[in-house]
């Protein structure tokens, strides 16, 4: 499966700063600093667990990740893609943060009005999609607007609802929003959350986003979970396989947390001819070395068809 070749050295010479810089052990736990609170942006929950709380250390780590891309010796051709649409995954960054980086690095150079990030809802049930109706979402990086008036248009004719719960403390949608924030700090933001959803809803949905060339899509979405490395490659290998061929009826035997929004991404693209690339492709038995509970993550690009 694709990932980028870094050169062994280069690749131990990063993950040396990045323990040195962030003090990853066993629990994966960053250093907490307190965010802004206010009523009309969710707060940043995430922070300083999943990824760094501190402006510094953010830059500093994606500094790091695009040593390490800029230094592999396959990314050049993979670095040339011009993507209206990403799939890029939400763990931890110091195991999927490099995948993740690609897509979002890649995604700026649309040089969208704005960015929607589709994410699936995973700490509390409901049916459908919800829009993020805040005017602002908090970013380490600083806030990123949220496009109120582009996200009324997009309610009023796909029935979106605002569960101010959900967007508070769901992590599949946060963990996209300081890349953004870092690429695109200008470019307002959408976030929607779904559970339960009527698979041509999202399918229509991103479709509509699509036909629009100033909008750029973000679906979030991790690959198999809390299994052993061969079984997550060989899980793994299915859905990035379904990715690649743009192959809905394979996604049948996949696993991942937003499979119903990569489903209706595809869907979409085969409909408005956009072409898929898997940009990258990794475990967390490639950041440590807990081979019981391995997390599977990919990203990929999907591009106007030559």
């Known amino acids: 499966m694709p990932q980028l070749r870094i050169r062994k050295q280069l690749y131990r010479a990063v993950r040396l700063l990045y323990l040195v810089e962030h003090s990853v052990h066993t629990d994966n736990q960053y250093k907490k600093t307190d965010m802004s609170n206010s009523p009309n942006k969710p707060i940043a929950n995430h922070a300083g667990v999943y990824y760094p709380a501190s402006k510094e250390e953010l830059e500093k780590l994606f500094t790091l990740f695009n040593f390490s891309l800029d230094n592999a010796e396959d990314a050049k051709q993979r670095l040339q893609l011009n993507p209206r649409a990403i799939i890029a995954p939400h763990g931890e960054y110091y195991a999927s943060g490099f995948s993740a980086n690609i897509a979002h690095r890649l995604l700026a150079k649309q040089n969208p009005k704005r960015v929607v990030v589709i994410g699936p809802a995973q700490n509390k049930s409901f049916q459908g999609i919800s829009g993020s109706f805040f005017n602002s979402y908090n970013t380490p990086l600083g806030d990123l607007t949220i496009d109120r008036a582009y996200l009324n248009v997009i309610a009023s004719n796909f029935n979106i609802t605002f569960n101010d719960s959900l967007h508070q403390n769901e992590h599949s949608t ?91 991404l595809i869907k979409a693209s085969n409909t408005l001819n956009l072409q898929s690339h898997i940009l990258d492709y990794r475990t967390t038995a490639d950041a440590i070395k807990d081979l019981k509970k391995v997390i599977g993550f990919t990203s990929a690009a999907f591009t106007k068809a030559l």
């Not at 793994?236 to 035997?253: C, G, P, V, W």
């Open 174 to 264: 946060e963990l996209q929003m300081p890349f953004i924030a870092y690429y695109q700090p200008q470019v307002p933001v959408i976030e929607f959350l779904y559970n339960n959803c009527d698979p041509q809803l999202l399918e229509n949905l991103i479709q509509w986003l699509l036909e629009d060339t100033l909008t750029a899509v973000v679906i979030s979405s991790n690959l198999s979970h809390n299994v052993s490395p061969q079984l997550a490659n060989a899980l793994d290998s299915i859905t990035i396989n379904a990715i690649a061929n743009q192959n809905t009826a394979i996604l049948q035997e996949c696993e991942a947390s937003g499979l119903e929004a990569i489903s209706a």
